[in-house]
């Protein structure tokens, strides 16, 4: 696969009128019976919390929630477009119960900038958080339930291919193979024996992080230590097309709420 390889100290791949893509989150989550709530706004810049319901059958399996985050880093456009086309494509197990979130910041994205106006990275303020667009998503999680799962979605602009971090802090029947065997179809991964300084092994981070011991927690610890006991980070390379980010983002969230379906 052709890697444009474009990025040197930093993103400078395509960018997206985050306003736009933002309508057409909240068009396609209309149409298919979504609720949307916004917890914050600022500059007419909505951060959206969009909400599927299980359907409801008989001999229904038990639901399992799960929760998907996208466009923190506003120099990852790739994180949001995937939160487009699974809306778009709206192609869930029946039972399953997804809270997505399509973009923590906006504002980021008109700047075509990982941090925020403030110049603050939001990924790394989720412990004594500060900052106005993460105190309103901890305040929207405190009236949320617990997650079976959470999937965050993100870019690296210095890695060779898609990766991922595992938080499994019970040991359960982990997804991480299974993700990675969905996105190697349509993404290359990267096969580094460390990744981030941490030992990688065929794309997968199992990070032992104690979140206690963490000054500066990013979204995934917040998650792993109050709402979910399991989760992935997702990692598109910012090195190959968008339109490859795009599709290895979205075949690695079905990969994980189609696990036992
Ligand atoms: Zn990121």
Redesign the pocket.
């Given at each position: 696969m052709l890697r444009p390889g474009k990025n040197h100290g930093g993103y400078h791949g395509e960018t997206i009128d985050i306003r736009a893509v933002l309508r057409e989150v909240e068009t396609a989550a209309q149409r298919h019976g979504w609720t949307s709530e916004v917890f914050h706004e600022r500059s007419e810049l909505k951060l959206l919390a969009l909400h599927r319901l299980p359907l409801s059958t008989l001999n229904s399996k038990p639901s399992t929630r799960t929760y998907i985050s996208a466009g923190?880093?506003g120099d990852?456009p790739a994180g949001p477009l995937a939160a487009l086309r699974l809306l778009q494509e709206n192609h869930w197990p029946d039972a399953a119960e997804i809270f997505l979130l399509p973009c923590l910041n906006p504002i980021g994205f008109t700047l075509n900038s990982r941090a925020n106006a403030e110049n603050t990275d939001l990924?790394r303020d989720y412990r004594n958080s500060k900052t106005k667009e993460i105190l309103a998503h901890i305040a929207w999680l405190e009236r949320q339930p617990k997650f079976d799962l959470y999937l965050c979605l993100?870019?690296d602009w210095e890695s060779h291919g898609f990766y991922l971090y595992e938080q499994n802090p019970d040991q359960q029947p982990s997804l991480a193979e299974k993700i990675i065997a969905a996105v190697e179809k349509v993404c290359p991964i990267d096969l580094s024996e460390s990744i981030e300084g941490r030992p990688a092994q065929n794309g997968i981070v199992r990070p032992n992080i104690s979140p206690q011991e963490r000054p500066d927690w990013p979204e995934a610890l917040y998650l792993i230590s109050h709402k979910s006991r399991q989760g992935y980070t997702l990692e598109a390379p910012s090195d190959f097309p968008l339109a490859t980010r795009v599709n290895a983002l979205v075949a690695a969230v079905n990969a994980a709420v189609w696990m036992d379906g």
């Open positions: 923190i880093h990852e990924n993100h870019e």
